[in-house]
């Protein structure tokens, strides 16, 4: 299978070689290479692939096994050059339980030089969060954790913002908070790395997706523009050759291949793929 794979554009805020990672037997990573510029990205893969274990890594709160990771040119590991100018957010983080949402606030606001008071202010009351901030964070809801994390990370002001699985417990009128606020990310020169399921959330904010394979790689490195090479074809036709997705059905085949191959199967329609779909095939066979 041809995967497209898009290198991102200089300079890079994060670059990765060779890193692997592994507990005790089990490899999580097993040497992932790529490179990511300022902009919004997507972090994406099945349970398991080490979604989580690579925002730690990069981080700086977990150490690779082997290769070298650099984000802003230094190693990330315990470097407080590094994670000075970064956030990691996701209902995972491990806040004290007795801290009320309101005191972890108050902590972010001194932990982050480029804190923004009205920003976390907006957010609070967009996510109608305000009563739930005197509650103790072991006792919200998995809902109300994340949008405690959301709003430390996007008013911390940090240069890099490592979003894990900010879309988690959710409702729709929340999801959809969080993402006119992320949208506000899209021209501020920030890094952010969204790791979640939400894809058709997510796909209209990213300039890139990165998709983790089951084999602990990279599988797929891809950009909007990569979805402009692609089709969606339908007709009668067999499997072609690098297609990322094929259904066959008696009301009629269906896949997303590149728009050359597209061009010498007879018979077929073409569409135009979205850029969520493209995503979503290059996950099935990944």
């Given amino acids: 299978m041809n995967t497209p794979v898009s290198s991102a554009v200089s300079p890079s805020v994060i670059s990765v070689r060779d890193l692997t990672k592994s507990y005790e037997k089990k490899n999580v990573l097993t040497g992932l ?3 990511l510029a300022p902009g919004i990205h997507g972090l994406l893969g099945r349970n398991g692939v080490g979604k989580s274990t690579l925002l730690s890594i990069i981080a700086g709160q977990v150490k690779p096994s082997s290769g070298d990771v650099r984000v802003f040119e230094h190693k990330p590991f315990d470097n407080a050059v590094v994670m000075d100018r970064l956030a ?8 004290p339980s007795t801290w009320r949402g309101r005191d972890i606030l108050a902590a972010a606001a001194l932990r982050y030089p480029a ?28 809902g109300q954790r994340a949008m405690v994390g959301n709003i430390v990370g ?21 999801t959809d908070v969080l ?21 058709a959330d ?17 599988a797929a490195h891809l950009t909007p523009e990569d979805a402009d090479v692609y ?27 590149p728009a050359e191959t597209a061009e010498h199967i ?11 779909e493209l995503i979503d095939a290059a996950l099935e066979v990944n």
């Fill in 33 to 35: 290479n790529f490179d």
């Fill in 231 to 257: 089709v969606v074809a339908t007709g009668s036709f067999d499997k072609p050759y690098g297609a990322l997705a094929y259904q066959r059905s008696p009301a009629g085949d269906r896949a997303i291949l």
């Fill in 154 to 174: 996007l008013a911390s002001g940090a240069e890099l913002l490592l979003c894990d699985e900010p879309y988690v417990g959710l409702d729709t009128h929340n």
């Fill in 88 to 95: 990691l957010t996701g209902v995972d983080v491990g806040y």
């Fill in 115 to 142: 804190w923004d008071q009205t920003a976390a202010d907006q957010l609070t009351e967009d996510f109608a969060l305000d009563e739930a901030l005197n509650t103790a964070y072991g006792k919200m809801s998995r």
């Fill in 202 to 218: 997510a796909a209209k904010l990213l300039d890139s997706a990165l998709i983790l394979g089951r084999d602990g790689k990279v």
């Fill in 179 to 199: 993402y006119r606020h992320l949208l506000d990310l899209t021209d501020s020169g920030r890094t952010v790395i969204v790791a979640t399921h939400h894809i």
């Fill in 266 to 276: 007879t018979g077929v329609r073409v569409k135009p793929v979205d850029f969520d």
